[in-house]
């Protein structure tokens, strides 16, 4: 059994900060891509910032200059650091990653369960 545990959502001041992070757990033999996505209220899910396993990084251009996106490997863990924060920005984030469970098996698509950003005065 493989899980995604999200944390470090809440409740933040516009021009504020907050550091989400996520760690997978369970029987894992490798984990390839690692992203956040989030879903505001009325819209789609869409893609935050990506990483791959070596460490190259994509980011929607919403939040370019202002999120970090970055992993540990030993720690199965990636994280998305968030500054200046928007109204905007206010949506469940999502945590992803593509895993392989043993060698020899393809790479499954796991979730987390979503964290809650809130940006308000």
């Known amino acids: 059994q493989v899980q995604l545990v999200e944390s470090g ?41 990506a990483i791959t396993r070596d460490g190259s990084t994509n980011y929607a251009e919403s939040v370019k200059g202002r999120f970090t996106i970055s992993r540990d490997n030993a720690k199965n863990s990636v994280y998305l650091q968030m500054n200046s924060l928007k109204p905007e920005d206010t949506a469940v984030y999502y945590c992803n990653a593509f ?6 098996l393809l790479s499954s698509e796991y979730w987390g369960q979503g964290t809650q950003v809130t940006v308000s005065p």
């Open 9 to 49: 959502g809440g409740l933040v001041q516009p021009g504020g900060s907050l550091r989400l992070s996520c760690a997978a757990s369970g029987s894992i033999f490798s984990i390839n891509d690692m992203g956040w996505y989030r879903q505001a209220p009325g819209l789609q899910r869409e893609l935050v910032a």
């Open 99 to 104: 895993i392989k469970r043993r060698l020899g």
